[in-house]
Protein backbone atom coordinates (compact mmCIF):
# COMPACT_ATOMS: atom_id res chain seq x y z
CA UNK A 1 0.00 0.00 0.00
CA UNK A 2 1.14 3.89 -1.04
CA UNK A 3 -1.69 5.41 0.60
CA UNK A 4 -3.68 5.51 4.12
CA UNK A 5 -6.77 5.58 1.68
CA UNK A 6 -5.89 2.38 0.27
CA UNK A 7 -7.24 1.05 4.00
CA UNK A 8 -10.45 1.21 2.61
CA UNK A 9 -10.25 -0.57 -0.27
CA UNK A 10 -9.62 -3.58 2.36
CA UNK A 11 -13.30 -2.82 3.51
CA UNK A 12 -15.24 -6.23 3.70
CA UNK A 13 -19.07 -4.93 3.50
CA UNK A 14 -20.45 -7.58 5.96
CA UNK A 15 -18.24 -5.79 9.03
CA UNK A 16 -18.75 -2.32 8.60
CA UNK A 17 -19.87 -0.25 9.68
CA UNK A 18 -17.98 -0.69 12.95
CA UNK A 19 -19.82 0.50 16.15
CA UNK A 20 -17.24 3.61 17.78
CA UNK A 21 -18.07 4.60 21.50
CA UNK A 22 -16.80 8.35 21.54
CA UNK A 23 -16.15 8.59 24.99
CA UNK A 24 -17.13 12.41 26.81
CA UNK A 25 -18.46 13.24 23.40
CA UNK A 26 -18.92 16.78 23.58
CA UNK A 27 -16.10 17.35 22.02
CA UNK A 28 -15.35 19.81 19.22
CA UNK A 29 -11.98 18.18 17.95
CA UNK A 30 -13.34 14.52 17.45
CA UNK A 31 -16.91 15.10 16.49
CA UNK A 32 -16.35 16.52 13.41
CA UNK A 33 -13.90 13.52 12.06
CA UNK A 34 -16.76 11.24 13.22
CA UNK A 35 -19.18 12.49 11.98
CA UNK A 36 -17.13 12.31 8.78
CA UNK A 37 -16.12 8.55 9.22
CA UNK A 38 -20.14 7.97 9.59
CA UNK A 39 -20.71 9.56 6.53
CA UNK A 40 -18.75 7.47 4.63
CA UNK A 41 -20.26 4.45 6.14
CA UNK A 42 -16.70 3.21 8.34
CA UNK A 43 -18.84 3.55 11.75
CA UNK A 44 -21.61 3.30 13.60
CA UNK A 45 -21.16 5.72 16.60
CA UNK A 46 -22.58 6.03 20.04
CA UNK A 47 -21.80 8.71 21.77
CA UNK A 48 -21.51 8.95 25.44
CA UNK A 49 -21.62 12.05 27.20
CA UNK A 50 -23.80 15.26 27.56
CA UNK A 51 -26.23 14.50 24.90
CA UNK A 52 -27.19 18.36 25.23
CA UNK A 53 -23.64 19.66 24.62
CA UNK A 54 -22.92 17.01 22.13
CA UNK A 55 -26.05 18.55 20.05
CA UNK A 56 -25.15 21.68 20.49
CA UNK A 57 -21.53 21.26 18.90
CA UNK A 58 -22.91 19.41 16.42
CA UNK A 59 -25.36 21.51 15.37
CA UNK A 60 -22.86 24.81 15.68
CA UNK A 61 -20.36 22.65 13.56
CA UNK A 62 -23.22 21.90 11.03
CA UNK A 63 -22.94 18.10 11.88
CA UNK A 64 -25.67 15.74 11.48
CA UNK A 65 -26.11 12.82 13.72
CA UNK A 66 -29.70 11.48 12.77
CA UNK A 67 -29.33 7.55 13.11
CA UNK A 68 -26.19 7.64 15.81
CA UNK A 69 -26.76 6.09 19.19
CA UNK A 70 -26.59 9.34 22.33
CA UNK A 71 -26.26 7.42 25.47
CA UNK A 72 -27.02 10.44 27.95
CA UNK A 73 -24.00 10.44 30.93
CA UNK A 74 -22.99 14.35 32.15
CA UNK A 75 -20.18 13.52 34.83
CA UNK A 76 -17.14 12.78 32.38
CA UNK A 77 -15.50 10.31 34.39
CA UNK A 78 -19.21 8.18 34.22
CA UNK A 79 -19.06 8.45 30.30
CA UNK A 80 -15.62 7.39 30.13
CA UNK A 81 -16.93 4.02 32.05
CA UNK A 82 -19.96 3.52 30.65
CA UNK A 83 -17.90 3.73 26.94
CA UNK A 84 -15.30 1.30 28.20
CA UNK A 85 -17.77 -1.01 29.19
CA UNK A 86 -19.21 -1.12 25.81
CA UNK A 87 -16.20 -2.22 24.06
CA UNK A 88 -16.14 -4.90 26.82
CA UNK A 89 -19.29 -6.21 26.60
CA UNK A 90 -18.69 -6.05 23.22
CA UNK A 91 -21.87 -3.33 22.85
CA UNK A 92 -19.14 -1.74 20.90
CA UNK A 93 -16.23 -1.90 18.52
CA UNK A 94 -13.41 -0.09 19.39
CA UNK A 95 -13.19 3.03 21.73
CA UNK A 96 -12.13 7.03 21.17
CA UNK A 97 -11.12 9.55 23.01
CA UNK A 98 -13.14 12.34 22.99
CA UNK A 99 -12.92 15.62 25.62
CA UNK A 100 -10.83 14.09 28.59
CA UNK A 101 -7.93 14.33 29.80
CA UNK A 102 -5.17 11.03 28.23
CA UNK A 103 -4.55 9.94 31.70
CA UNK A 104 -8.14 9.70 32.62
CA UNK A 105 -9.17 7.75 29.64
CA UNK A 106 -6.18 4.99 29.98
CA UNK A 107 -6.85 4.34 33.70
CA UNK A 108 -10.48 3.43 32.66
CA UNK A 109 -9.33 1.13 30.09
CA UNK A 110 -7.00 -0.42 32.30
CA UNK A 111 -9.64 -1.63 34.79
CA UNK A 112 -9.17 -4.58 35.76
CA UNK A 113 -12.95 -5.22 36.35
CA UNK A 114 -14.20 -3.59 33.62
CA UNK A 115 -11.47 -2.23 31.70
CA UNK A 116 -9.92 -3.68 28.06
CA UNK A 117 -7.02 -5.35 29.60
CA UNK A 118 -5.43 -8.44 27.49
CA UNK A 119 -2.43 -8.46 29.16
CA UNK A 120 -0.52 -7.33 26.84
CA UNK A 121 1.91 -3.80 26.69
CA UNK A 122 -0.14 -0.78 25.58
CA UNK A 123 1.71 1.04 22.79
CA UNK A 124 1.21 3.64 20.41
CA UNK A 125 1.31 2.57 16.26
CA UNK A 126 1.82 5.49 13.82
CA UNK A 127 1.29 4.55 10.21
CA UNK A 128 2.79 7.23 7.69
CA UNK A 129 2.43 7.73 4.03
CA UNK A 130 4.75 10.09 2.45
CA UNK A 131 6.03 10.95 -1.03
CA UNK A 132 9.43 9.53 -0.36
CA UNK A 133 9.53 6.30 0.41
CA UNK A 134 7.50 3.38 -1.70
CA UNK A 135 5.22 2.68 0.33
CA UNK A 136 3.55 3.10 3.93
CA UNK A 137 5.92 3.20 6.70
CA UNK A 138 4.58 2.41 10.56
CA UNK A 139 6.47 3.53 13.39
CA UNK A 140 5.93 2.49 17.34
CA UNK A 141 6.59 3.66 19.91
CA UNK A 142 6.25 7.39 19.83
CA UNK A 143 4.09 8.45 22.55
CA UNK A 144 3.43 5.33 24.97
CA UNK A 145 6.45 4.00 26.24
CA UNK A 146 9.37 6.09 27.58
CA UNK A 147 11.72 4.19 27.69
CA UNK A 148 11.08 0.67 26.54
CA UNK A 149 13.57 -2.20 27.70
CA UNK A 150 13.52 -5.58 25.94
CA UNK A 151 10.57 -7.07 27.23
CA UNK A 152 8.56 -4.07 26.66
CA UNK A 153 10.74 -3.73 22.89
CA UNK A 154 8.57 -7.35 22.25
CA UNK A 155 5.56 -6.55 23.36
CA UNK A 156 5.92 -3.49 21.06
CA UNK A 157 6.58 -5.33 18.23
CA UNK A 158 4.16 -8.25 18.68
CA UNK A 159 1.40 -5.40 19.11
CA UNK A 160 2.47 -3.85 15.83
CA UNK A 161 2.86 -7.12 14.14
CA UNK A 162 -0.38 -8.79 14.72
CA UNK A 163 -2.44 -5.51 14.02
CA UNK A 164 -0.32 -4.78 10.58
CA UNK A 165 -1.39 -8.65 9.43
CA UNK A 166 -5.31 -6.59 9.62
CA UNK A 167 -4.00 -4.36 7.70
CA UNK A 168 -2.66 -6.71 4.85
CA UNK A 169 1.14 -6.39 5.54
CA UNK A 170 2.32 -10.05 5.75
CA UNK A 171 5.43 -10.98 7.47
CA UNK A 172 6.41 -7.00 7.99
CA UNK A 173 10.01 -5.84 7.50
CA UNK A 174 11.25 -4.70 10.97
CA UNK A 175 14.37 -2.28 11.42
CA UNK A 176 15.17 -2.02 15.02
CA UNK A 177 16.31 1.54 14.70
CA UNK A 178 19.57 3.30 16.87
CA UNK A 179 21.84 5.84 15.64
CA UNK A 180 24.20 3.57 14.36
CA UNK A 181 24.26 0.11 12.61
CA UNK A 182 26.79 -1.49 14.57
CA UNK A 183 26.70 -3.13 17.95
CA UNK A 184 28.65 -0.28 20.28
CA UNK A 185 28.53 -1.79 24.18
CA UNK A 186 27.80 2.00 25.04
CA UNK A 187 24.81 2.31 23.44
CA UNK A 188 21.86 0.05 24.70
CA UNK A 189 19.66 0.66 21.70
CA UNK A 190 22.40 -1.28 19.72
CA UNK A 191 22.89 -3.90 21.82
CA UNK A 192 18.65 -4.78 21.85
CA UNK A 193 18.83 -4.67 18.44
CA UNK A 194 21.09 -7.02 17.90
CA UNK A 195 19.58 -8.86 20.46
CA UNK A 196 15.69 -8.96 19.20
CA UNK A 197 17.07 -9.24 15.34
CA UNK A 198 18.25 -13.05 16.94
CA UNK A 199 15.34 -13.75 19.12
CA UNK A 200 13.98 -13.42 15.78
CA UNK A 201 16.28 -15.37 13.82
CA UNK A 202 15.48 -18.20 16.72
CA UNK A 203 11.77 -18.28 16.16
CA UNK A 204 11.15 -16.36 19.78
CA UNK A 205 9.11 -13.18 17.55
CA UNK A 206 7.47 -14.30 14.75
CA UNK A 207 5.74 -13.54 12.16
CA UNK A 208 8.10 -10.59 10.41
CA UNK A 209 11.41 -10.37 9.77
CA UNK A 210 13.86 -8.41 11.89
CA UNK A 211 16.95 -6.61 11.53
CA UNK A 212 19.38 -3.87 13.29
CA UNK A 213 20.78 -1.88 14.78
CA UNK A 214 20.43 -0.16 11.96
CA UNK A 215 20.31 3.94 11.64
CA UNK A 216 17.32 5.49 10.22
CA UNK A 217 18.39 6.07 6.81
CA UNK A 218 19.72 2.80 6.75
CA UNK A 219 16.15 1.43 7.08
CA UNK A 220 14.49 3.30 4.34
CA UNK A 221 16.94 3.73 1.77
CA UNK A 222 18.72 0.94 -0.35
CA UNK A 223 21.58 3.54 -1.43
CA UNK A 224 22.01 4.72 1.96
CA UNK A 225 22.56 1.03 3.16
CA UNK A 226 24.82 -0.39 0.45
CA UNK A 227 26.95 2.82 1.14
CA UNK A 228 27.72 0.88 4.51
CA UNK A 229 28.07 -2.17 2.71
CA UNK A 230 24.91 -3.48 4.56
CA UNK A 231 23.34 -7.07 3.84
CA UNK A 232 20.16 -6.97 4.83
CA UNK A 233 16.32 -7.88 3.76
CA UNK A 234 15.11 -5.27 5.76
CA UNK A 235 17.77 -2.33 4.88
CA UNK A 236 15.90 -0.06 2.61
CA UNK A 237 12.58 -1.83 2.85
CA UNK A 238 11.71 -1.93 5.90
CA UNK A 239 7.36 -1.96 6.99
CA UNK A 240 7.92 -1.23 10.64
CA UNK A 241 10.61 0.95 12.51
CA UNK A 242 10.84 -0.12 16.02
CA UNK A 243 12.11 3.36 18.32
CA UNK A 244 14.68 2.90 20.82
CA UNK A 245 12.88 5.60 23.17
CA UNK A 246 10.37 7.89 22.88
CA UNK A 247 12.32 11.10 22.01
CA UNK A 248 13.29 9.59 19.01
CA UNK A 249 9.67 8.51 18.10
CA UNK A 250 8.26 11.63 19.11
CA UNK A 251 11.19 13.73 17.25
CA UNK A 252 10.80 11.41 13.82
CA UNK A 253 6.55 12.12 14.50
CA UNK A 254 6.88 15.18 14.26
CA UNK A 255 9.41 15.85 11.76
CA UNK A 256 7.82 13.77 9.17
CA UNK A 257 4.12 15.65 9.69
CA UNK A 258 6.01 19.24 9.95
CA UNK A 259 8.98 19.10 7.45
CA UNK A 260 8.42 16.42 5.65
CA UNK A 261 4.90 16.75 5.25
CA UNK A 262 4.02 13.14 5.91
CA UNK A 263 0.14 11.73 6.42
CA UNK A 264 -0.04 9.98 9.21
CA UNK A 265 -3.00 7.88 11.20
CA UNK A 266 -1.95 6.07 14.87
CA UNK A 267 -3.72 3.74 17.25
CA UNK A 268 -3.25 2.74 20.63
CA UNK A 269 -2.57 -1.60 20.58
CA UNK A 270 -2.91 -3.87 23.09
CA UNK A 271 -6.13 -3.34 24.36
CA UNK A 272 -8.58 -5.98 22.93
CA UNK A 273 -9.76 -3.61 20.32
CA UNK A 274 -7.61 -0.41 18.86
CA UNK A 275 -8.04 2.53 20.54
CA UNK A 276 -8.51 6.21 18.71
CA UNK A 277 -6.33 8.80 20.85
CA UNK A 278 -5.84 11.90 18.73
CA UNK A 279 -4.48 15.08 20.16
CA UNK A 280 -6.36 18.61 19.89
CA UNK A 281 -3.46 19.74 17.31
CA UNK A 282 -4.04 16.83 15.04
CA UNK A 283 -5.12 17.55 11.39
CA UNK A 284 -9.39 16.78 10.36
CA UNK A 285 -7.62 13.99 8.22
CA UNK A 286 -5.59 12.67 10.73
CA UNK A 287 -8.46 12.05 13.10
CA UNK A 288 -10.46 10.59 9.81
CA UNK A 289 -7.60 8.31 9.27
CA UNK A 290 -7.11 6.93 12.97
CA UNK A 291 -10.60 6.50 12.82
CA UNK A 292 -10.26 4.30 9.50
CA UNK A 293 -7.14 2.58 10.74
CA UNK A 294 -8.80 1.85 14.20
CA UNK A 295 -11.72 0.03 11.83
CA UNK A 296 -9.41 -2.47 10.66
CA UNK A 297 -8.40 -3.81 14.41
CA UNK B 1 19.80 33.34 6.97
CA UNK B 2 17.21 31.14 5.02
CA UNK B 3 20.46 29.32 3.11
CA UNK B 4 23.42 27.69 3.66
CA UNK B 5 24.84 29.22 0.76
CA UNK B 6 23.87 32.53 2.41
CA UNK B 7 26.59 31.82 4.57
CA UNK B 8 29.26 33.26 1.42
CA UNK B 9 27.69 36.83 2.03
CA UNK B 10 29.37 36.80 5.12
CA UNK B 11 32.72 36.53 3.68
CA UNK B 12 35.67 39.07 4.66
CA UNK B 13 37.74 38.47 1.24
CA UNK B 14 40.89 39.53 4.11
CA UNK B 15 40.81 36.66 6.05
CA UNK B 16 40.10 34.01 3.20
CA UNK B 17 41.53 32.05 1.73
CA UNK B 18 41.18 29.89 4.72
CA UNK B 19 44.06 27.04 5.34
CA UNK B 20 42.19 23.45 5.51
CA UNK B 21 44.39 20.45 5.97
CA UNK B 22 43.31 17.10 5.00
CA UNK B 23 43.80 14.40 7.26
CA UNK B 24 44.94 11.61 4.75
CA UNK B 25 44.17 13.41 1.46
CA UNK B 26 44.51 10.07 -0.94
CA UNK B 27 40.45 10.37 -0.78
CA UNK B 28 37.85 10.25 -3.21
CA UNK B 29 35.08 11.54 -0.99
CA UNK B 30 36.03 14.36 0.45
CA UNK B 31 38.86 15.44 -2.62
CA UNK B 32 36.15 16.67 -5.26
CA UNK B 33 34.55 18.67 -2.59
CA UNK B 34 38.05 20.00 -1.26
CA UNK B 35 38.28 21.19 -4.91
CA UNK B 36 35.31 22.93 -5.50
CA UNK B 37 35.82 24.69 -2.33
CA UNK B 38 38.94 26.00 -3.67
CA UNK B 39 38.31 26.60 -6.91
CA UNK B 40 35.88 28.92 -5.27
CA UNK B 41 38.82 31.04 -3.53
CA UNK B 42 37.14 29.58 0.27
CA UNK B 43 39.74 27.73 1.21
CA UNK B 44 43.98 27.07 0.48
CA UNK B 45 43.92 23.34 0.90
CA UNK B 46 47.39 21.29 2.43
CA UNK B 47 46.86 17.51 1.40
CA UNK B 48 48.38 15.65 3.43
CA UNK B 49 49.10 11.88 2.74
CA UNK B 50 50.51 9.79 -0.16
CA UNK B 51 51.04 12.40 -2.97
CA UNK B 52 51.28 9.96 -5.38
CA UNK B 53 47.93 8.30 -4.96
CA UNK B 54 46.48 11.57 -4.36
CA UNK B 55 47.29 12.78 -7.67
CA UNK B 56 46.06 9.75 -9.02
CA UNK B 57 42.86 10.12 -7.47
CA UNK B 58 42.86 14.08 -8.57
CA UNK B 59 43.71 12.89 -12.68
CA UNK B 60 40.98 9.97 -12.61
CA UNK B 61 38.30 12.61 -11.07
CA UNK B 62 39.57 15.38 -13.40
CA UNK B 63 40.51 18.07 -10.36
CA UNK B 64 42.56 20.74 -10.66
CA UNK B 65 45.29 21.55 -7.61
CA UNK B 66 47.78 23.24 -9.04
CA UNK B 67 48.49 25.92 -6.25
CA UNK B 68 47.77 23.75 -3.98
CA UNK B 69 50.17 22.48 -0.98
CA UNK B 70 51.45 18.83 -0.64
CA UNK B 71 52.48 16.92 2.75
CA UNK B 72 53.77 13.69 0.90
CA UNK B 73 53.27 10.91 4.18
CA UNK B 74 52.77 7.50 2.72
CA UNK B 75 51.56 6.35 6.60
CA UNK B 76 47.86 7.26 7.38
CA UNK B 77 48.94 7.64 11.29
CA UNK B 78 51.43 10.15 10.44
CA UNK B 79 49.54 11.66 7.98
CA UNK B 80 46.95 12.30 10.88
CA UNK B 81 49.50 13.44 13.52
CA UNK B 82 51.00 15.89 10.41
CA UNK B 83 47.60 17.40 10.07
CA UNK B 84 46.52 18.31 13.22
CA UNK B 85 49.89 19.34 14.02
CA UNK B 86 49.73 21.83 11.66
CA UNK B 87 46.69 23.20 12.71
CA UNK B 88 48.32 23.49 16.75
CA UNK B 89 50.90 25.18 14.91
CA UNK B 90 48.78 27.35 13.10
CA UNK B 91 50.34 26.58 10.04
CA UNK B 92 46.62 25.67 8.62
CA UNK B 93 43.27 27.15 9.93
CA UNK B 94 41.02 23.88 10.38
CA UNK B 95 41.23 20.14 9.66
CA UNK B 96 39.14 17.81 7.53
CA UNK B 97 38.60 14.09 7.69
CA UNK B 98 39.81 12.30 4.36
CA UNK B 99 40.68 8.39 4.08
CA UNK B 100 41.06 7.67 8.04
CA UNK B 101 38.13 6.43 10.24
CA UNK B 102 36.45 8.77 12.90
CA UNK B 103 38.52 7.50 15.73
CA UNK B 104 41.61 7.66 14.21
CA UNK B 105 41.19 11.19 13.72
CA UNK B 106 39.47 12.07 17.24
CA UNK B 107 42.33 10.29 18.84
CA UNK B 108 44.95 12.85 17.05
CA UNK B 109 42.41 15.75 17.85
CA UNK B 110 42.46 14.64 21.63
CA UNK B 111 46.54 14.29 22.20
CA UNK B 112 47.53 15.72 24.89
CA UNK B 113 51.13 17.23 23.61
CA UNK B 114 50.12 18.34 19.95
CA UNK B 115 46.07 17.48 19.33
CA UNK B 116 43.48 20.62 19.50
CA UNK B 117 42.15 19.94 22.87
CA UNK B 118 40.29 23.13 24.30
CA UNK B 119 39.13 22.19 27.76
CA UNK B 120 35.76 21.98 25.89
CA UNK B 121 33.86 18.56 24.80
CA UNK B 122 33.92 17.96 21.27
CA UNK B 123 30.35 18.01 19.87
CA UNK B 124 28.75 17.57 16.34
CA UNK B 125 26.92 21.12 15.06
CA UNK B 126 24.82 20.43 12.43
CA UNK B 127 22.89 23.37 10.28
CA UNK B 128 19.90 22.63 8.41
CA UNK B 129 17.98 24.44 5.48
CA UNK B 130 14.45 23.43 4.46
CA UNK B 131 11.71 24.87 2.46
CA UNK B 132 9.09 24.28 5.78
CA UNK B 133 11.15 26.65 8.06
CA UNK B 134 11.74 30.45 8.02
CA UNK B 135 15.69 30.50 8.55
CA UNK B 136 17.94 27.80 8.90
CA UNK B 137 17.99 25.67 11.76
CA UNK B 138 20.51 24.41 13.66
CA UNK B 139 20.68 20.81 15.54
CA UNK B 140 23.01 19.47 18.22
CA UNK B 141 24.42 16.86 19.30
CA UNK B 142 23.31 14.38 16.56
CA UNK B 143 26.38 12.39 16.07
CA UNK B 144 28.96 12.24 18.70
CA UNK B 145 27.46 12.37 22.16
CA UNK B 146 25.56 9.35 22.98
CA UNK B 147 23.62 10.61 26.41
CA UNK B 148 24.60 13.69 27.65
CA UNK B 149 24.22 14.63 31.19
CA UNK B 150 23.52 18.08 32.26
CA UNK B 151 27.05 19.09 32.45
CA UNK B 152 27.77 17.68 28.60
CA UNK B 153 24.24 19.35 27.43
CA UNK B 154 25.84 22.84 28.67
CA UNK B 155 29.38 22.03 27.19
CA UNK B 156 27.29 21.00 24.09
CA UNK B 157 25.02 24.13 24.01
CA UNK B 158 27.88 26.82 24.22
CA UNK B 159 29.84 25.14 21.85
CA UNK B 160 27.27 25.75 19.34
CA UNK B 161 26.09 29.21 21.14
CA UNK B 162 29.86 30.37 20.09
CA UNK B 163 29.77 28.83 16.31
CA UNK B 164 26.56 30.52 15.95
CA UNK B 165 28.00 34.27 17.17
CA UNK B 166 30.18 33.62 14.01
CA UNK B 167 27.68 32.74 11.53
CA UNK B 168 26.32 35.99 12.19
CA UNK B 169 23.18 34.50 14.28
CA UNK B 170 22.90 36.42 17.88
CA UNK B 171 20.88 35.62 20.79
CA UNK B 172 20.21 32.45 19.39
CA UNK B 173 16.84 30.83 20.77
CA UNK B 174 17.45 27.83 21.75
CA UNK B 175 14.88 24.96 22.20
CA UNK B 176 15.73 21.95 24.36
CA UNK B 177 13.98 19.24 22.90
CA UNK B 178 12.01 16.13 24.47
CA UNK B 179 9.32 14.63 23.91
CA UNK B 180 6.50 16.24 25.83
CA UNK B 181 6.73 20.52 26.55
CA UNK B 182 6.00 19.28 30.16
CA UNK B 183 8.06 18.38 33.06
CA UNK B 184 7.97 14.80 33.94
CA UNK B 185 9.83 13.41 36.56
CA UNK B 186 10.00 10.12 34.54
CA UNK B 187 11.25 11.69 31.45
CA UNK B 188 15.35 12.60 32.25
CA UNK B 189 15.16 15.04 28.76
CA UNK B 190 12.04 16.87 30.68
CA UNK B 191 13.95 17.34 33.95
CA UNK B 192 17.52 18.25 32.13
CA UNK B 193 15.20 21.13 30.00
CA UNK B 194 13.67 22.46 32.73
CA UNK B 195 16.84 22.85 34.90
CA UNK B 196 18.78 24.39 31.36
CA UNK B 197 16.31 26.75 31.12
CA UNK B 198 16.72 28.17 34.24
CA UNK B 199 20.40 28.53 34.41
CA UNK B 200 19.55 30.17 31.62
CA UNK B 201 17.24 32.77 33.20
CA UNK B 202 19.72 33.11 36.14
CA UNK B 203 22.70 33.71 33.55
CA UNK B 204 24.32 30.98 34.19
CA UNK B 205 24.50 30.20 30.33
CA UNK B 206 24.58 33.17 28.30
CA UNK B 207 24.73 34.67 25.11
CA UNK B 208 21.01 32.69 23.78
CA UNK B 209 17.86 32.53 25.03
CA UNK B 210 16.70 29.04 26.74
CA UNK B 211 13.24 27.67 26.34
CA UNK B 212 11.93 24.03 27.27
CA UNK B 213 11.31 21.15 27.44
CA UNK B 214 9.44 22.01 24.03
CA UNK B 215 8.64 18.97 21.82
CA UNK B 216 9.93 19.32 18.35
CA UNK B 217 6.59 20.72 16.75
CA UNK B 218 6.13 23.01 19.67
CA UNK B 219 9.89 24.25 18.51
CA UNK B 220 9.45 25.12 15.00
CA UNK B 221 5.71 25.50 14.67
CA UNK B 222 4.05 29.06 16.57
CA UNK B 223 0.76 27.24 15.89
CA UNK B 224 1.32 24.06 17.68
CA UNK B 225 2.56 26.13 20.29
CA UNK B 226 -0.57 27.69 20.20
CA UNK B 227 -2.53 24.86 20.53
CA UNK B 228 -0.46 23.70 23.39
CA UNK B 229 -1.01 27.41 25.01
CA UNK B 230 2.71 27.59 25.27
CA UNK B 231 3.78 31.28 26.15
CA UNK B 232 7.78 31.31 25.23
CA UNK B 233 10.27 33.87 22.95
CA UNK B 234 11.64 30.48 21.51
CA UNK B 235 9.03 28.09 20.80
CA UNK B 236 8.01 28.72 17.02
CA UNK B 237 11.32 30.33 16.01
CA UNK B 238 13.88 28.48 17.39
CA UNK B 239 17.43 28.80 16.06
CA UNK B 240 19.09 25.63 17.56
CA UNK B 241 17.33 22.41 18.85
CA UNK B 242 19.62 20.46 21.83
CA UNK B 243 18.81 16.89 21.08
CA UNK B 244 18.43 14.84 24.61
CA UNK B 245 20.00 11.80 23.19
CA UNK B 246 21.72 10.93 19.93
CA UNK B 247 19.02 8.34 18.89
CA UNK B 248 16.95 11.13 18.90
CA UNK B 249 19.34 13.38 16.92
CA UNK B 250 20.40 11.06 14.76
CA UNK B 251 16.46 10.13 13.82
CA UNK B 252 16.16 13.63 12.93
CA UNK B 253 19.11 14.14 10.93
CA UNK B 254 18.51 11.61 8.52
CA UNK B 255 14.52 11.80 8.85
CA UNK B 256 15.00 15.72 7.45
CA UNK B 257 17.60 14.80 4.81
CA UNK B 258 16.04 11.80 3.40
CA UNK B 259 12.39 12.63 3.86
CA UNK B 260 12.47 16.24 4.24
CA UNK B 261 15.20 16.55 1.18
CA UNK B 262 16.75 19.40 3.57
CA UNK B 263 20.06 20.85 3.16
CA UNK B 264 22.61 20.05 5.66
CA UNK B 265 26.34 21.50 6.95
CA UNK B 266 28.26 20.01 9.61
CA UNK B 267 31.56 20.13 11.42
CA UNK B 268 32.93 19.48 14.81
CA UNK B 269 32.91 22.04 17.54
CA UNK B 270 34.97 22.08 20.84
CA UNK B 271 38.69 21.60 19.15
CA UNK B 272 40.85 24.74 18.67
CA UNK B 273 38.98 25.48 15.47
CA UNK B 274 36.16 23.42 13.19
CA UNK B 275 36.57 19.82 11.74
CA UNK B 276 34.93 18.87 9.02
CA UNK B 277 34.05 15.34 9.45
CA UNK B 278 31.80 14.14 6.34
CA UNK B 279 31.32 10.81 5.76
CA UNK B 280 31.23 8.79 2.29
CA UNK B 281 27.18 8.68 2.01
CA UNK B 282 26.87 12.97 2.09
CA UNK B 283 26.37 14.25 -0.65
CA UNK B 284 28.83 16.57 -2.72
CA UNK B 285 26.94 19.37 -1.71
CA UNK B 286 26.76 18.70 1.75
CA UNK B 287 30.63 18.31 2.01
CA UNK B 288 30.80 21.26 0.42
CA UNK B 289 28.74 23.42 2.50
CA UNK B 290 30.46 21.86 6.14
CA UNK B 291 33.60 23.18 4.16
CA UNK B 292 32.16 26.60 4.15
CA UNK B 293 30.46 26.22 7.56
CA UNK B 294 33.95 25.40 8.51
CA UNK B 295 35.67 28.44 7.47
CA UNK B 296 33.57 30.63 9.21
CA UNK B 297 34.94 29.23 12.66
Not at 18 to 29: E, F, G, M, P
Not at 77 to 105: C, H, Q, R, Y
Not at 164 to 169: C, D, E, N, T
Request: net charge neutral.
Amino acid sequence: MKKIKDLQTLIDSNVLPKRLALAVSQDAHSLEAVNKAFLAGLIDPVLVGSKVETLKIAQELNLDFSGATFIDEIYPSKAVETAVKLVNEKKADFLMKGNIPTPALLKAVLNKEWGLRTGNLLSHFALFETENYHKLIAVTDVAMNIAPNLKDKIGIINNAVTFMYKLGIYLPKVAIIAAIETVNENMQATLDAAMLSIMNKRGQINDCVIDGPLAFDNAISVESASHKKIKSEVAGDADLLIMPNIEAGNVLYKSLVWFAKAKVASVILGASSPIVLTSRSDSEECKFDSILLATRG
